[in-house]
C-alpha cells in the first residue's frame, strides 16, 4: 500500500543517521524531533502503526533505516505510557501483521518488536507463527518473554512443529515452568535428538517433577556423549534442589545419593562433591 | 585440524609412573626441580575465544598472580583466529570449532573465556558442569539473570570464579579504601552519605553501532551460526564480529558494558556491596535504537542505604550536576562510631586466582561480585533502552513495577541454548 503524504512528511522529521551510518550525531534539537515523531505516530493510531510497517524493508532490499527506529521508539513509547489500551491496540495492530503476506524479514521485525511491546493479547497471533520455521525462533522468545498466555500456545503447537522449531517449543515450556508439559518433558528424555533429550531434562528439572527422579537419573547414567552427559547431570542436581526447596527432602536425598554413589570416575569428582556437599547441607 | 587424542591425563600419568616405579628416570621437569614448576602447579589451560583478548587473563591472574600455566587447547569460531593462537601457544595446542569438544577434556584444568559477553555466561555454566575452573573476561554476562545463572553453577560444583578485571587489589592496598569498606561493612552507618562520580574513561561515542548495516556473505572460515549462539541470528555483517560486536545489544552493550566492569570492582569492594545492587536507576541518554548502541550522558544509580552512585560518559550531552561527589571517611562518623570502626581489623587481602585454585576459596574476583558488578552496567543500560527511571529488587533481583523492564533483566535465548 502507497504510504500516505503525512507519514511520509513525519518521517522526513526523524533525523538521519550520521555518515559514519550511525546516531553519534544526536542533539537535543533533534532528540526532541524524535520524540515529537514518535509521539505523532502515536496518536495516528493503527492507521500509522500500518503506514510505519510499510515503510519496513527486508534487511538488505531498501532503506528502512528511519521507519526501524522510529517503530522500535513507539513501540518502547507505549510500553511507558501508564495506558494499557493504547499500548494493548499497537501490540494487536502489529500481530495482525505477522500472518501478512509481507516479507519474511519484515514479519520477523515485527516479532521481534512483540517480545517488547506485546502482551496476552498477541499469544494467539504469535502461537501461529511458531508454525512458521523462519519465524519461530523469534516468535518463540517473544512468547517466553511475555509470559502471559504463552504456555498455551506452546502446548498447542507442539504436535505440529518438527525439528528445531520442536525444540525451540520443547524449551520455551521449559523456561515457563509450565506443568502440564511434564508429559513432553518425559517423553522428549527417548527422543532421537540429544538436544531434544537435554531439553527434556532440563523440562522436568524446571518443574521440580518429582515423579521424573528416576527417568532423569537414568537419562544422567546412560547419556553417552559428554556434553548431554553434563547437561542430563546437571538437571538431576538442579532437580533434586527444586525438590528439596518444595519439601520433597527424600527425593532430593535419593538423588544426591546416587550420584555421590555413581560418579566414581575421576572426571566426575566435581559431580560427586556437588552431591555430598548437597546431603550435608540437608541433615 | 591437530585431533585430541583420547585416555591419558596428566594426573593419570603421574599415578601410572609411581605405581610403576619409575620415578628414578621421569624427566626433571615433571618431577618440578629448581627452575621447574611441577606439574601438579602448572595449570592446564583450555581458552575459549582467541580474539584480541584471548590469553591475557592467563598471563594476568595465572603468571603475574606467580603461578605457571600450559595452554592445552583453544576454540574458535573463526578458523583465522584458532591459526593464531596456535601461533602464540604453540603447536602443541590441540585446536577446536565447538567449546563443547574442548570441554570434553580431562586434562583440563581451567577454562579461560575471552568470546564476545553474549557466549560467556552459557559457557562458564558448561566449564562448571565439566569440573573446570573458570577465567572469564570482562563483562562477565550480557543480562543479568545470566550472572544468577553463572553464580548458581560455580557454587553447585565448588569451582573456582576470575573475573577479568581486578581493580579491588588496589582498592584493598588504599587506606582510605580500607577505612570505606570497614566503615560500610561494620553495619553501624544507617545512611551512606556518598557519592561516588566516575567521570569519564567511557567511550561512549566510538562505541555507537551502526544503523545501516546491509546483509553480507558469510566468510567461509567463520561459523556465523554458532557465533551467533544464544542471541538472534542476525544477517552476517562484519561490524557484528571481531572488535566492534561491543557496539551492539546482541553481542555486549556499548561502553557501559565493556567498562564498567572494569571501574565498579573497586568501587564495589571498597562500598562494601559485593552481595547486593542498587534500587533505583535514572539516566540521561538519546533514544535507544533497537540493535545498536548509542549515545548516554550520565547514569545515576542509589543504593537502599542512600550510597549514589553516578556514571558520568563525559562525552556526549550535558554533565552529571545533581549532586556532588562525597567520599565517605571516618569524619562522616559520630566520635562513639568512629572509635568502634577503628578498633575494627583490617579487611582481608583479596586473594589471587592461583592461590584460590589451591585452597578451594572464593578468589577476588568471584562470581558472586562480578555478577553484582556488572548489573550496575545491565541496570544502567536497560534504564537508557526504556528511556525511563527503573527500581530495582536486589534480592528477587527483579525490576520493580516495569514488566517490560524484566524482559530485559531475563531473555530467552535461541535454541538450543539455555540458561
Given at each position: 500500500m502507497p504510504v500516505s503524504d503525512p507519514l511520509k512528511a513525519l518521517m522526513d522529521r526523524f533525523p538521519e543517521p550520521d555518515a559514519n551510518g550511525t546516531?553519534?550525531?544526536?542533539?537535543r534539537e533533534k532528540i526532541e524531533a524524535m520524540q515529537a515523531v514518535v509521539a505523532d505516530l502515536c496518536k495516528g493510531g493503527r492507521e500509522s502503526v500500518l503506514g510505519l510497517i510499510d515503510m519496513l524493508a527486508e534487511p538488505?532490499?531498501?532503506?528502512d533505516i528511519k521507519p526501524h527506529f522510529a517503530f522500535h521508539l513507539l513501540a518502547v513509547h507505549v510500553t511507558g505510557l501508564g495506558d494499557e489500551k493504547t499500548r494493548a491496540d499497537f501490540a494487536r495492530a502489529v500481530a495482525?501483521?505477522?500472518?501478512?503476506?509481507?516479507?519474511k524479514g519484515v514479519r520477523k521485525y515485527l516479532v521481534q518488536e512483540l517480545q517488547w511491546a506485546?502482551?496476552?493479547?498477541v499469544a494467539a497471533a504469535l502461537g501461529r507463527a511458531l508454525l512458521d520455521p523462519d519465524l519461530c525462533d523469534d516468535a518463540a522468545r517473544a512468547l517466553a518473554a511475555i509470559g502471559d498466555g504463552a504456555a498455551d500456545e506452546f502446548l498447542a503447537a507442539l504436535s505440529k512443529v518438527r525439528g528445531p522449531s520442536r525444540l525451540s517449543v520443547i524449551k520455551k515450556l521449559a523456561v515457563l515452568r509450565c506443568r502440564k508439559a511434564a508429559e513432553a518433558f518425559r517423553k522428549a528424555l527417548?527422543?532421537?535428538d540429544a538436544d531434544v533429550r537435554i531439553a527434556g531434562a532440563w523440562g522436568l528439572a524446571r518443574i521440580a517433577d518429582a515423579s521424573a527422579v528416576d527417568a532423569l537419573l537414568a537419562a544422567a547414567d546412560g547419556a553417552r556423549e559428554h556434553w548431554e552427559r553434563i547437561n542430563t547431570t546437571d538437571a538431576c542436581l538442579a532437580l533434586a534442589d527444586g525438590l528439596q526447596a518444595a519439601g520433597r527432602k527424600a527425593e532430593a536425598v535419593r538423588i544426591w545419593t546416587h550420584l555421590r554413589q555413581t560418579r566414581t570416575e575421576h572426571a566426575d569428582a566435581h559431580v560427586r562433591e556437588a552431591a555430598q556437599r548437597a546431603l550435608e547441607a540437608a541433615t | 585440524m591437530h585431533e585430541r587424542t583420547g585416555g591419558m591425563n596428566r594426573r593419570g600419568f603421574l599415578k601410572g609412573a609411581a605405581a610403576a616405579g619409575a620415578l628414578a628416570v621421569v624427566p626433571r621437569h615433571v618431577l618440578g626441580g629448581p627452575g621447574q614448576a611441577p606439574p601438579s602447579e602448572t595449570i592446564a589451560v583450555g581458552l575459549v575465544g582467541c580474539g584480541g583478548?584471548?590469553?591475557?587473563d592467563v598471563n594476568s591472574y595465572i603468571k603475574n598472580a606467580g603461578g605457571s600455566y600450559r595452554m592445552i587447547a583453544a576454540c574458535d569460531v573463526h578458523e583465522g583466529r584458532l591459526a593464531g593462537a596456535r601461533k602464540k601457544f604453540g603447536e602443541h595446542v590441540y585446536l577446536y570449532t565447538d567449546f563443547r569438544q574442548l570441554l570434553?577434556?580431562?586434562?583440563?584444568d581451567v577454562v579461560s573465556i575471552a568470546t564476545p559477553p553474549h557466549w560467556h555466561a552459557l559457557v562458564c555454566i558448561a566449564a562448571a558442569q565439566a569440573g573446570k575452573d573458570i577465567l572469564c573476561e570482562k563483562?562477565?554476562?550480557?543480562?543479568?539473570a545470566e550472572g544468577r545463572a553463572v553464580v548458581t553453577a560455580v557454587k553447585r560444583y565448588g569451582r573456582v570464579f576470575q573475573i577479568g578485571t581486578s581493580g579491588r587489589f588496589g582498592a584493598h592496598k588504599s587506606g582510605h579504601g580500607r577505612t570505606i569498606h570497614k566503615i560500610m561493612r561494620s553495619?553501624?552507618?544507617?545512611?551512606c552519605p556518598a557519592v561516588h562520580i566516575r567521570k569519564g574513561g567511557f567511550p561512549v561515542k566510538r562505541y555507537c553501532g551502526r544503523v545501516d548495516l546491509q546483509p553480507e556473505p558469510v566468510p567461509d572460515n567463520l561459523d556465523w551460526d554458532l557465533y551467533c549462539g544464544p542471541s538472534p541470528l542476525r544477517?552476517?555483517?562484519?561490524?557484528?564480529?571481531?572488535?566492534?560486536?561491543?557496539?551492539?545489544w546482541d553481542y555486549e552493550g556499548g561502553s557501559l558494558a565493556d567498562f564498567a566492569q572494569h571501574y565498579m570492582d573497586p568501587f564495589q569492594w571498597t562500598y562494601g556491596k559485593d552481595d547486593t545492587s542498587p534500587v533505583a536507576v535514572e539516566a540521561l541518554a538519546a533514544p535507544a535504537h533497537p540493535e545498536a548502541c548509542g549515545v548516554w550522558a550520565w547514569v545515576e544509580l542509589t543504593y537502599a542505604d542512600g550510597l549514589t552512585l553516578v556514571l558520568d560518559?563525559?562525552?556526549?550531552?550535558p554533565r552529571y550536576d545533581r549532586k556532588p561527589a562525597h567520599r565517605l571517611s571516618l569524619?562522616?562518623?559520630?566520635e562513639a562510631t568512629r572509635k568502634k570502626v577503628e578498633a575494627l581489623p583490617d579487611p582481608e587481602k583479596p586473594r589471587s586466582f592461583v592461590e584460590a585454585v589451591k585452597t578451594r576459596k572464593p578468589s577476588a574476583g568471584h562470581a558472586e561480585a562480578a555478577h553484582r558488578a556488572v548489573t550496575i552496567a545491565h541496570l544502567a543500560n536497560i534504564a537508557i533502552r526504556l528511556g525511563r527511571k527503573i527500581r530495582y529488587d536486589?534480592?528477587?533481583e527483579e525490576i520493580v513495577g516495569d514488566e517490560v523492564a524484566n524482559r530485559l533483566v531475563t531473555q530467552p535465548m535461541r535454541e538450543p541454548w539455555h540458561l
Open positions: 546516531y553519534v550525531n544526536l542533539d538488505g532490499k531498501g532503506d495482525s501483521q505477522i500472518g501478512s503476506d509481507r516479507p506485546g502482551g496476552r493479547e527417548g527422543d532421537a | 583478548q584471548g590469553g591475557e570434553e577434556r580431562d586434562d583440563i563483562p562477565m554476562t550480557r543480562f543479568i553495619g553501624l552507618l544507617e545512611r544477517p552476517y555483517h562484519p561490524h557484528r564480529f571481531g572488535w566492534s560486536h561491543r557496539y551492539y560518559g563525559n562525552e556526549w550531552g569524619d562522616d562518623l559520630d536486589p534480592v528477587k
